[in-house]
């Protein structure tokens, strides 16, 4: 019984600081997600949105996973000098307070490598986006034309 009680008050602990971390005006919002059609024998996919941070604190997209792939990655599209594109991975995505960093081709994406099947237009894609403090979003991503 003492043992009951003790894993109660444990949630309940947990529940408050939950609260308490909301209160800090702390607040990810994911919006327009979207993710283009996988193209032939191509097998990697990209997922684009927008992330607004309406909260009072800066916060960091660290990481990405996908069911639908082996693996989903950070990355930025770059034109060098020449015009040729390339993209690096990034470590993290920092979204001041108050501001936004739009994901888009030709720029910051979510790489999903090996996909497990190909993308058509109408699929959707499981997206879970891990941020430094807002901790998981999950999202559902459509497939449609860019
Ligand atoms: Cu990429």
């Given at each position: 019984?003492?043992?009951?009680?003790?894993?109660?008050?444990?949630?309940?602990?947990?529940?408050?600081t939950?609260?308490?971390?909301?209160?800090?005006?702390?607040?990810?919002?994911?919006?327009?997600?979207?993710?283009?059609?996988?193209?032939?024998?191509?097998?990697?996919?990209?997922?684009?949105?927008?992330?607004?941070?309406?909260?009072?604190?800066?916060?960091?997209?660290?990481?990405?996973?996908?069911?639908?792939?082996?693996?989903?990655?950070?990355?930025?599209?770059?034109?060098?000098?020449?015009?040729?594109?390339?993209?690096?991975?990034?470590?993290?995505?920092?979204?001041?307070?108050?501001?936004?960093?739009?994901?888009?081709?030709?720029?910051?994406?979510i790489?999903?490598?090996?996909?497990?099947?190909?993308?058509?237009?109408?699929?959707?894609?499981?997206?879970?986006?891990?941020?430094?403090?807002?901790?998981?979003i999950?999202?559902?991503?459509?497939?449609?034309?860019?």
């Amino acid at each position: 019984m003492l043992k009951i009680f003790a894993i109660l008050s444990l949630s309940a602990i947990l529940v408050l600081t939950g609260c308490a971390q909301q209160s800090t005006g702390l607040q990810i919002k994911i919006e327009d997600a979207w993710a283009r059609p996988s193209a032939g024998v191509d097998m990697n996919g990209a997922i684009y949105f927008q992330i607004v941070n309406d909260g009072k604190e800066a916060d960091k997209l660290i990481s990405a996973y996908t069911p639908s792939a082996q693996a989903a990655e950070v990355h930025e599209s770059m034109a060098d000098d020449n015009g040729v594109m390339s993209m690096t991975p990034r470590e993290n995505v920092e979204v001041s307070a108050g501001g936004e960093v739009e994901f888009k081709p030709g720029g910051l994406h979510i790489m999903l490598v090996d996909l497990k099947q190909p993308l058509a237009v109408g699929d959707e894609v499981s997206l879970t986006l891990r941020f430094e403090k807002a901790g998981e979003i999950v999202l559902n991503v459509k497939v449609r034309e860019p």
